[in-house]
């Protein structure tokens, strides 16, 4: 059962603590994603990463680090210095050409408390 | 880098008629233009796609049509249905990666 696995589903933070997101893949996709959605809002990209062991900041990477060690996973971190970290957090994966479908996991709603 | 734009932003129909959404793109390297729909609490999903090479693409109730000389493309669903409530998202690809619209929330009343 091939797909993108996001979890938690819902998480709650405290205000000055970092918090860790994980995203898991199993389509053999070179590329993954980070995207942000706010209420009634678009998808903004927070990071992303086209190979192993490299990624690049996206639109809004402030407050937000990456790793990518392995090919199936890519964990975004919410650190401290984020101002405003509550919203709906979204993984994407999709092969490493232009012009292919991304496939979503079904997001985390993070809340800080 | 690419920008897409989206309108409009809610889209209320009767069950039955048909809704229309458009976008438009500003790189004119973006040759993938696909559309998701996202429902409550879940991640988008796709629906349909097109490439550059083509003007229009159809899957059952769902079409979508790309004008590349005016950079735009537009998604219509017809014979509208309450489960096609959701919010709707183009993109267009430029720099090896998606840039997403604004979304679109539509509303089928039944």
């Known amino acids: 059962d091939g797909g993108i696995t996001q979890s938690p589903k819902y998480l709650f933070r405290k205000e000055g603590q970092n918090v860790t997101l994980s995203c898991e893949q199993n389509?053999?996709?070179?590329?993954m994603y980070w995207y942000r959605q706010d209420p009634g809002q678009g998808l903004r990209l927070i990071y992303y990463?086209?190979?192993?062991?490299?990624?690049q900041k996206g639109d809004i990477a402030e407050g937000y680090s990456v790793s990518r060690e392995k090919k199936e996973s890519f964990p975004l971190t919410v650190t401290s210095a984020q101002k405003n970290p509550t919203a709906f957090y979204l993984c994407?994966?999709?092969?490493?050409?232009?012009?292919?479908?991304?496939?979503f996991g079904q997001g985390t709603r993070l809340t800080v408390v | 880098g690419e920008n897409v734009e989206q309108h409009p932003s809610t889209l209320s129909v009767q069950e039955g008629d048909s809704a229309v959404i458009k976008c438009t793109y500003s790189?004119?390297?973006?040759?993938?233009f696909p559309w998701y729909k996202q429902e409550l609490g879940k991640g988008p999903q796709l629906i349909i796609d097109?490439?550059?090479?083509?003007g229009e693409k159809k899957d059952q109730r769902i079409a979508v049509t790309l004008n590349k000389t005016a950079k735009h493309f537009s998604l219509h669903i017809t014979e509208t249905q309450p489960e096609d409530s959701a919010v709707y998202f183009c993109a267009g690809n430029a720099g090896n990666m998606l840039t997403f619209g604004g979304g679109t929330r539509l509303m089928v009343k039944p």
């Open positions: 097109i490439r550059s090479n083509v």
């Open positions: 990463s086209q190979i192993v062991n490299d990624f």
């Open positions: 790189d004119s390297a973006s040759n993938y």
């Open positions: 994407a994966s999709s092969m490493a050409r232009a012009n292919t479908e991304a496939f």
């Open positions: 389509l053999n996709h070179d590329a």
